[in-house]
């Protein structure tokens, strides 16, 4: 077969692993030929591909980032041009099945979230053959136990915690830690519990900052005169909205969050008369090389992917599953969105251990 392979969205690590993934087992498994494509659907709008062999993904596995790039802007079917009038939109669509076709493409792998999952499966309509790997460092796809980027991500965060523990206890500060994650608060659940939070705000649990007050008066009472926090980008108060940073025109998901970190340090240092400080940790977590979990992960769903290839199961992605590598529908997998289970065993385990969610 020749396979096109594009990773699309933001990136995330272990997008490599899944790239040499794919080429390795097309080339000792099948015989195949992969053509890489350039920064996600715009490489099929613009015809800007190139061939994938062995030489080419030798060393990648470590690597953070894409060596194909990636974009989270490029919607075919409603693609954001920048002219003397403004933007306009278009539906390109029929130029990406021209460039599939020009390139001779037996099958598309198409690495990505939810949004450019939804645009890959719109494209079977046109005749196209799809398979789609989750991918997100958000950890918010329904269809899939765990995406791979999560592992890496949560790592980075906790190493950050680390760090942060120190300078607030020796300053006897309120260090507050902003993370990413969108709408649900994987990221800052799992690495608040790994690397020890006192409070973590999500953006399934609205908090009261009465409430965050309270915690600290209470590690105060102990002699811990320090408190670390980690708030997820989407979090807010009760009643209140998310901080929209900025929107980005022709993305499947517009809104960008962030602001709520410094918006509760500024409130907190004002309600307790401790100095407060705030970090963001931005894209940091969605850079570096992939944790051992996220390597095997990737690897394990890129095979697995060329394989629903040669079964002809297109319109499918790969997920885990009981710790198994199962096809998923995509009409079944898309716009489900995993938020942190309120009845799950993280927030039991945070609740628990005394940690706060400000509520
Ligand atoms: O979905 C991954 C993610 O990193 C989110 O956690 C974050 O909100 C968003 O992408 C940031 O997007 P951008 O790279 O466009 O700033």
Redesign the pocket.
Known sequence: MRIGVLTGG?DCPGLNAVIRAIVRTGYYEYHDEVIGIRDGFAGLIRNRTHPLDMNRVSGIMPRGGTILGAS?RDNPFDYAEHGNGGMTTTDVSDTVVENYHKNKLDCLIVIG?DGTLDIAHKFIAKGLNIIGIPK???NDLNATEVTFGFDTAVGTVVDALDKLHTTAESHHRIMVVEV???YAGWIAVASGIGGGAHIILIPEIPFDIDKIVQKIYERKGRGRHFTVIVVA?GATPAGGEMIVKRT?EGAPETM??GGIGEQVATELEKLTNIEARCTVLG?IQ?GGTPSAFDRILATRYGSAAVALAHEGKFDHMVALHSADIVPMPLSEALHKMKRVDLNGSHIKTVRMTGISFGD
Do not use: A, F
């Open positions: 933001g989270n979230g997100t460092i958000d990413m994650g969108r980008e980005v960008r969050l894209h969605r």
